[in-house]
């Protein structure tokens, strides 16, 4: 397959004009017509896409208002009956749905068939053992195909699922499925990272016993070696019978909580996030395909498609990978570094990954895409990459650079290979985030490419860049905000019964009528934005104090509790530095007990700290002993300020010293501040 196929936007602009009269003079005409007609622009997408429901909708928003627009009321959906209505036509294709491989470097398949009953056997196992809708399944797994069987299982039978990574502590997952009350937990006993075997064993244990309300544990296991549990996965999967292949997933309404994922903010527990089946349906259809560009892989004008986009079972880009499955594209997932081991680094390893399995996109975080660069891999070392079409990035702002770096080595590896679409790769550059499952900002295969910057807003998306004064600039970086509802927005945070915890977390800023017009409330999403004249975007990292490594978030509250249990630590303070391409830095800012010095032994002892309640993604780059953490009079951790200063920002424009209960301690931080600076500039 090659680049020369039509483009998804473009087959679906010749719907518009022919289905409903509709044409427009630009792409931004056509964006502005998605948010200011939200009811024409998302039944297009539903009968554009083919969406099903045994009973028709009643309106497609029933209140246009943020937070709590209802989407569709009346229909019926289900996630998983999604996926499987392209079973038949994609085998009889001969298209496997997942291809999928891990560092042992064994590439494996599993049909669409295959997968259906693996799922319906899981389902049916789960419904026998008292799940009913509504009950959560937690699982703790890597990206392998038994996770993305496990979750249309839940998917199927009306159960919330909800994943955590197995390279995160015991404490973190706790802090996640202790406030959902799963019923099963679906867990593994060993993870391969980075060519060391990590034995999980424990870590399910304490999980087991932190966790009352789990009534049944199923294992993964390759080992076998875990004692007494109640079901193993490959069991269940492996049966089949009349009642397995009768099985169908049942109807649901449109807002039926699909999953539970997580984002953290600076203070408390990580916010359980809660979406809708329908919602994530037609979202995820109009990123993957208007924006992404991917299409069904047994359709002619996009035969063979196989979309790939690195990520652990912790980030919401797994959600997003399994969406391709939604739109009937066959699945390329890796578990393992991307990286190879710490002691022999080997950035060409998923590379190698997307030649063997043919994958026509390659997406990934963009500091995986700066580290390649950095490594000057030999792409022609990696093996046949002629079918790679496209890559995608988010996570992080990437840079020009990076993206030039790569433009250049895709272009000479075409006139080896005879890519058309190397000679000039297309970038579908992203940024949304886990908050509502999609992006905000993408990419277009119609428009101009600029390195370092993202090609427009997406449809639907009614995306601005607000001054301080909440109003829309172009061409000044200002704070992303959304003003009209999308149907992926949560549903609501898990136990936030009044709404207060999800109100704080995105209006608080731009509350009702917060700019005396009478509007409503509007999303602030934590980002900086600048929107260019010509439309494109450029992404210029976090507007919040929140961490941000690689495309993992982290709530500072979580690394605090980790580090402060330590009797040496008194206090802590942590910035993440991550801006505009640039490297992500992270320092950590520690007050020690008296008598304790920051010598190797206790940075060791912080840093296990830090691995043991969260994970190694979020060790800090450097550790620094001060006297004190700056404070508020209310006493908050000024993480923000502090943050600003190390950005470059002037002081008086970023801390007021008469709201501080310490003003005496910034003298040492804008000292630090400077000798950073004056470094970056060096």
Request: hydrophobic residues 45%.
């Amino acid at each position: 397959m090659t680049a020369a196929f039509v483009p998804q936007i473009a087959l679906y602009r010749n719907w518009l004009a022919e289905r409903r009269g509709l044409s427009f003079a630009s792409y931004e005409d056509m964006r502005q017509w998605s948010v200011r007609d939200l009811d024409g622009f998302w039944r297009s997408i539903w009968d554009y896409y083919d969406l099903q429901s045994p009973r028709p909708f009643q309106t497609v928003i029933a209140e246009r208002k943020m937070p709590g627009a209802v989407w569709f009321p009346g229909a019926q959906v289900n996630y998983a009956r999604q996926v499987f209505r392209h079973v038949e036509a994609a085998d009889a294709a001969g298209l496997p749905a997942i291809v999928s491989s891990g560092e042992d470097g064994e590439l494996r398949q599993t049909s669409w068939p295959e997968l259906r009953r693996k799922a319906a056997a899981l389902a049916l196992h789960l419904m026998e053992k008292g799940v009913e809708p509504g009950d959560r399944v937690a699982a703790y797994l890597p990206n392998i195909p038994e996770t993305i069987i496990g979750f249309l299982a839940s998917a199927s039978i009306g159960a919330v699922w909800s994943v955590c990574a197995p390279d995160m502590a015991a404490p973190a997952v706790i802090d996640r499925f202790k406030q959902i009350e799963p019923k099963v937990l679906i867990a593994c006993d060993a993870v391969t990272y980075a060519g060391r075997r990590h034995d999980r064993r424990d870590v399910v244990a304490e999980l087991r016993r932190s966790l009352p309300t789990v009534e049944h544990v199923i294992l993964h296991s390759e080992t076998g070696a875990v004692a007494a549990p109640d079901a193993l996965l490959a069991a269940i999967t492996a049966r089949a019978g009349a009642a397995i292949d009768a099985f169908e997933p049942m109807w649901l309404p449109f807002d039926h909580p699909l999953w539970i994922v997580y984002s953290s903010g600076t203070t408390g527990l990580p916010k359980p996030i809660v979406h809708g089946h329908g919602g994530i349906i037609i979202v995820v259809l109009a990123l993957l395909g208007l924006h992404n560009d991917i299409g069904c892989s047994y359709h002619p004008n996009s035969f063979g498609e196989r979309y790939h986009w690195y990520s652990s079972t912790g980030w919401i880009m797994w959600n997003s990978q399994v969406g391709g499955l939604l739109g009937g594209t066959t699945c390329c997932i890796f578990d393992g570094s991307p990286g190879g081991a710490k002691d022999k680094p080997d950035w060409a390893t998923l590379w190698r990954f997307v030649a063997q399995s043919k994958a026509t996109f390659f997406g990934a975080g963009a500091a995986f895409f700066a580290s390649c660069a950095k490594a000057e891999i030999d792409l022609a070392a990696a093996g046949d990459l002629s079918r790679l079409r496209c890559l995608g990035s988010t996570g992080s702002p990437l840079s020009a650079d990076t993206q030039a770096w790569f433009n250049a080595r895709l272009a000479g590896l075409s006139k080896i290979n005879g890519s058309k679409a190397q000679a000039d790769i297309w970038w579908a550059n992203i940024s949304g985030g886990t908050d509502f499952a999609g992006a905000f900002i993408g990419g277009n295969r119609e428009l101009p490419q600029t390195p370092g910057a993202m090609q427009c807003r997406l449809l639907g998306a009614a995306v601005e860049a607000f001054s301080e004064q909440g109003r829309p600039v172009t061409d000044e970086v200002g704070e992303l905000v959304c003003t009209e509802p999308m149907p992926s927005m949560p549903l609501y945070f898990w136990n936030d019964k009044d709404g207060a915890r999800y109100r704080a977390s995105y209006f608080e800023t731009y509350p009702d009528n917060f700019d005396g017009s009478g509007r409503g409330p509007v999303w602030r999403h934590g980002d900086w934005l600048k929107v260019n004249p010509d439309g494109s975007c450029i992404i210029y990292g976090r507007s919040d104090a929140t961490i941000n490594r690689h495309g993992l978030r982290m709530g500072t509250s979580e690394l605090y509790s980790a580090i402060e249990a330590l009797p040496e630590v008194l206090d802590s303070l942590v910035v993440d530095l991550e801006y505009l391409g640039r490297d992500s830095y992270m320092p950590l800012f520690v007050v020690l007990r008296e008598g304790t010095a920051l010598d190797a032994g206790m940075q060791a002892k912080i840093n296990k700290a830090i691995e043991a309640g969260l994970s190694r993604r979020f060790l800090p780059n450097e550790i620094f002993a001060v006297a004190e953490i700056p404070r508020t009079l209310s006493g908050k951790k000024q993480e923000l300020p502090i943050k600003k200063l190390l950005l470059g920002q002037p002081v008086e424009k970023v801390i007021n010293k008469e709201a501080m209960a310490n003003p005496g301690c910034l003298d040492w931080y804008l000292a630090f501040a400077r000798d950073h600076l004056a470094r970056g500039a060096a």
